[in-house]
Every structure is written in structure tokens, then in C-alpha cells.
């Protein structure tokens, strides 16, 4: 079990925890999103082409700690789109032009070669660009497509999102605007506290983890954890007692029997914490929150 922080040590590191990344941090972050913008940009075959590069995950949530600032950018295809639905909801044609994922792959790695040299093309699902010491952090690059989920319960008959297709042929469908958008809604809602605990957590899972008192989890998780905690949880008294009412009640869901962790949302409110495809389960959320509760020294 890890030690358990006294009163000063916690408020030293929620102090320190309490803002993001600093303006030189975020130089670094923006240079590498600027770089392989431009690389798309300059690379002939997408010439004219509807492609959209963006940020997503941590950095453009605002909720990116300074262990773990890299930065995934998406290399999105939005000349076609794939789909999924409910047979019997009206959709279009499927799509049976040039721009297979394998196609697509294969022209964002020649351009991230052609721009940068040498990159990691040895992943299932992102190419890797190098750190720069001092200049830009490690980058994730991640060639993907617009996906869109026709539902007839969503706003407009359906959710719009993103699919990549790993070299293995499996594809993972992401909503990075959903998550962006429902994620500034509730740190609005909850005077910024919502993105101050989602960055403490991180922060506490990777001295956790350090440790050896759990194993390393991918920093979204702590992200979707605090995002089930309702909005009044995070207002009453300071950013402590947000923090002790954070962790409570997402320790209430997951022991809960009724609905409790199999009701909990994504930031994005379409996917389930937990479930099929997910790169974690309920016991290792328990193992987080159980550790941060006696690591921040609330109690045993």
C-alpha cells in the first residue's frame, strides 16, 4: 500500500496539481500540432481534400498532467464515412471509392516521413514522432475516419465521431468533439472544479502506479470516472472537500448494486465505462479510488 500523505503534504500537491501544464509546456504541445498539420498540408495526395488534423485526449480537454504530456493528434478522412445503425433507420449508400484504411495509412505515413524522417510506424493503431528535447513532445498520429452512429434517440438522428482501423483490421470508433463539448459543459457547471479533480486523479494514479501499489491505466480512465460525478457533488466547500466528495461518490457507484458501475458514461455519453473493448474493468477502478482515498490521507 502506498503512504498516506499528511494534511500539508496534500494541500502542497493540490496546489501544485491544480492548473495544467505551463505556457512553455504548451508551446511544446502546439508546435508538434502545427508540425504535422503542416505535413498533411504539404503532402500532394491530399491535395484538395476534405482532411481535418486536430488535437485529442488530454491536451485540447485541458485535462493533460506534465508526466504525461504527449499529444495524440487525429489525421481525419472526411471525403467518405463509415457507419453503423439500426437496419431498419434510413442511410446512404456505403462508400466504395479509393480511400480504404489501408490506403489512408499508408499516405499519412509517407507524409509524416516526408516531413519529419524517421518516425515509429511499429504500433497497431498510431505512428509515432519522436520527442525533441526542448522543442516538441512525443506524438501520436492517427489516421482515421469520419464514423457516424445513426440513432434515433440523438440530437439530429445521429452521433458523428471518429473510426481508426488498426494494421490487425479491427477498428475503435472515438467521439473527441462530444467529449470536448460535454466536457467544458461540466467544468462550466462546476466552476472549473470538474477538470481540477479529473487532473488531480491523474496525477494520483501515476504516483500509484510508481509505487507499485496498481498498475498503470491509461489517463482517460481517471477522466471517466469523474465525469459520472454529478455536477452538485463537486460545489460544496473547497477544492478539497470536491476532491473527498469526487472520490466518495464514484466509490459509491462502482459498489453499488443498482445500475451503479454498469449505468457510468463516457465523457462523450455514448459509450459505457465499462464493457466490451475497454483496456480496463471495474476492479481496476475500485484499486484507483480505494488507493487515492488513502493516499491523499482521507482516512484508511
Same mark, same amino acid.
Given at each position: 500500500?502506498?503512504?498516506?500523505?499528511?494534511?500539508?503534504?496534500?494541500?502542497?500537491? $493540490? %496546489?501544485?496539481?491544480?492548473?495544467?501544464?505551463?505556457?512553455?509546456?504548451?508551446?511544446?504541445?502546439?508546435?508538434?500540432?502545427?508540425?504535422?498539420?503542416?505535413? &498533411?498540408?504539404?503532402?500532394?495526395?491530399?491535395?484538395?481534400?476534405?482532411?481535418? #488534423?486536430?488535437?485529442?485526449?488530454?491536451?485540447? @480537454?485541458?485535462?493533460? #498532467?506534465?508526466?504525461?504530456?504527449?499529444?495524440?493528434?487525429?489525421? +481525419?478522412? %472526411?471525403?467518405?464515412?463509415?457507419?453503423?445503425?439500426?437496419? =431498419?433507420?434510413?442511410?446512404?449508400?456505403?462508400?466504395?471509392?479509393? =480511400?480504404?484504411?489501408?490506403?489512408?495509412?499508408?499516405?499519412?505515413?509517407?507524409?509524416?516521413?516526408?516531413?519529419?524522417?524517421?518516425?515509429?510506424?511499429?504500433?497497431?493503431?498510431?505512428?509515432?514522432?519522436?520527442?525533441?528535447?526542448?522543442?516538441?513532445?512525443?506524438?501520436?498520429?492517427?489516421?482515421?475516419?469520419?464514423?457516424?452512429?445513426?440513432?434515433?434517440?440523438?440530437?439530429?438522428?445521429?452521433?458523428?465521431?471518429?473510426?481508426?482501423?488498426?494494421?490487425?483490421?479491427?477498428?475503435? #470508433?472515438?467521439?473527441?468533439?462530444?467529449?470536448?463539448? @460535454?466536457?467544458?459543459?461540466?467544468?462550466? %457547471?462546476?466552476?472549473?472544479?470538474?477538470?481540477?479533480?479529473?487532473?488531480?486523479?491523474?496525477?494520483?494514479?501515476?504516483?500509484? *502506479?510508481?509505487?507499485?501499489? &496498481?498498475? *498503470?491505466?491509461?489517463?482517460?480512465?481517471?477522466?471517466?470516472?469523474?465525469?459520472?460525478?454529478?455536477?452538485?457533488?463537486? $460545489?460544496?466547500?473547497?477544492?478539497?472537500?470536491?476532491? +473527498?466528495?469526487?472520490?466518495?461518490?464514484?466509490?459509491?457507484? $462502482?459498489?453499488?448494486? =443498482?445500475?451503479?458501475?454498469?449505468?457510468?458514461?463516457?465523457?462523450?455519453? #455514448?459509450?459505457?465505462?465499462?464493457?466490451?473493448?475497454?483496456? =480496463?474493468?471495474?476492479?481496476?477502478?475500485?484499486?484507483?479510488?480505494?488507493?487515492?482515498?488513502?493516499? $491523499?490521507?482521507?482516512?484508511?
Amino acid at each position: 500500500m502506498a503512504h498516506q500523505l499528511t494534511y500539508e503534504q496534500r494541500i502542497a500537491l $493540490l %496546489n501544485k496539481w491544480k492548473n495544467p501544464p505551463g505556457p512553455s509546456e504548451k508551446l511544446r504541445l502546439d508546435r508538434a500540432e502545427r508540425m504535422v498539420r503542416d505535413a &498533411i498540408a504539404r503532402y500532394a495526395p491530399f491535395q484538395g481534400l476534405a482532411i481535418t #488534423v486536430d488535437p485529442k485526449g488530454s491536451y485540447p @480537454n485541458n485535462t493533460n #498532467v506534465r508526466s504525461d504530456s504527449d499529444v495524440d493528434i487525429k489525421v +481525419q478522412m %472526411n471525403e467518405c464515412f463509415f457507419y453503423d445503425g439500426a437496419s =431498419w433507420l434510413a442511410k446512404p449508400d456505403r462508400y466504395s471509392g479509393q =480511400w480504404t484504411p489501408e490506403k489512408l495509412r499508408a499516405e499519412v505515413e509517407q507524409a509524416l516521413v516526408q516531413h519529419f524522417g524517421a518516425i515509429d510506424t511499429d504500433h497497431n493503431i498510431a505512428f509515432n514522432v519522436p520527442e525533441v528535447a526542448g522543442s516538441r513532445p512525443s506524438t501520436d498520429v492517427v489516421p482515421c475516419f469520419k464514423y457516424v452512429l445513426y440513432d434515433s434517440t440523438a440530437v439530429g438522428g445521429h452521433y458523428e465521431g471518429s473510426v481508426v482501423y488498426g494494421r490487425d483490421g479491427k477498428k475503435i #470508433v472515438n467521439w473527441p468533439e462530444l467529449q470536448l463539448t @460535454n466536457g467544458r459543459t461540466k467544468n462550466t %457547471n462546476t466552476k472549473l472544479r470538474y477538470k481540477f479533480v479529473v487532473r488531480v486523479l491523474k496525477n494520483v494514479e501515476n504516483d500509484l *502506479a510508481a509505487q507499485g501499489v &496498481i498498475k *498503470a491505466l491509461p489517463s482517460y480512465f481517471s477522466e471517466c470516472l469523474i465525469y459520472n460525478v454529478p455536477d452538485h457533488a463537486f $460545489l460544496n466547500g473547497g477544492f478539497d472537500d470536491a476532491i +473527498q466528495a469526487s472520490l466518495r461518490e464514484v466509490h459509491r457507484q $462502482l459498489t453499488s448494486t =443498482w445500475f451503479g458501475a454498469q449505468g457510468m458514461m463516457e465523457p462523450n455519453g #455514448v459509450k459505457k465505462v465499462f464493457g466490451e473493448g475497454q483496456k =480496463w474493468d471495474t476492479k481496476d477502478a475500485r484499486e484507483l479510488i480505494e488507493g487515492a482515498w488513502h493516499y $491523499l490521507g482521507y482516512g484508511s
